[in-house]
C-alpha cells in the first residue's frame, strides 16, 4: 500500500466509472446521479418519462466533469427491465455501479388497500426489479472486477424498512402504506442475499436507507404537513442532496471496496428518535 491510495484523491475516486441509476429523473435518484456525473463518472439515468429524463439531463449537465445519457424504461416488470438491459449493453460494454433506485408506494384504507395497485405494483418496482437488474447486469458487474476493485451494486431501501408505522403524514388521513415498508423491508433482505452470490464475482451489494429526503414520494408529506415533518427531526432539517450523493459515491469509491451486504441508515438519527418517544 503506498501513501497515494490514501490520498483522499484515490480513496474516493470515481471517475471513468460508468453508473447506471434506475430512477434517475428525480429526487434521490438525481442526487445521485448528479453526484457521478459531477466526479467523472459517465452516468446513464432511466425512467418512465422521458420529459422528466430530458430535464434532468439537462440539469446534470450544467454541474457534470462526466457525460450523462438517459434510457427510457419502465422497470416494472421482468420485460422491461430486460429491455432496459438490453438497451444498456447496446450502448456499453461494461457497467461498474449499478443503483436500483426506482421505487413507488401506495396510500390507502386498512380495510380496502387495493390488490394491484397497492401490493403487486408496488412490490413489482420496488422488489422484483431490484432482483432481474441485477441478475441481468451481474455479468457486466463482474467483467472488469477485482477484489480490489470491486463492481457496486447499491440498492435504495428506506428507514421505512425498520420502522413499522404505516400511517403518518407520507399518507392522507384514514389512510396507510401498508405495502411500502415490507417492499422496502424485502429489499434489505434481497441485498443481503445478492450480497451473498455475487461477492465471488467481486460484486459488492449494498443498501441505503433514507429517513425523509425531498422527492417525489415525500411531495404529499411536505405540502400537507412539512414543518411538522423538518420540526420532527433531531437534527433539525430533512436529508439533502449532498447526504445522499456522498453515501453513494462512498459506496461506489475503493473506500468501500471490502463493505458488502451493508444496511446504511441517513436519517439524521429521526428513527432512533421516534422509539425514543414511544
Known sequence: MSAQDLAITSLFDVKGKIVLVTGGGVGIGKMIATGFAKNGATVYIAARKEP???????????????KINYIVANVGSKAGCDALIAEFKRRETTLHVLVNNSGITWGGPYNDFPEEKGWDNVFNVNV????????????????????????????????????PFSEGELSAAGNGTWSYQPSKAAVNHLTSALAVKLAPKFVTVNAILPGVYPSKMTAFGFKTSGDKMVASQPMGRVGAPSDMAGLALFLASPAAAHITGAHIITDGGARLFSQAKL
Open 52 to 66: 422528466q429524463l430530458k430535464e434532468a439531463v439537462e440539469d446534470i449537465r450544467k454541474v457534470a466533469t462526466g
Open 128 to 163: 422484483k426489479s431490484v432482483f432481474y437488474m441485477t441478475a441481468g447486469l451481474s455479468d457486466y458487474l463482474a467483467k472488469d472486477s477485482t477484489s480490489h476493485d470491486p463492481g457496486r451494486v447499491v440498492n435504495i431501501s428506506s428507514t421505512a424498512s425498520v420502522n
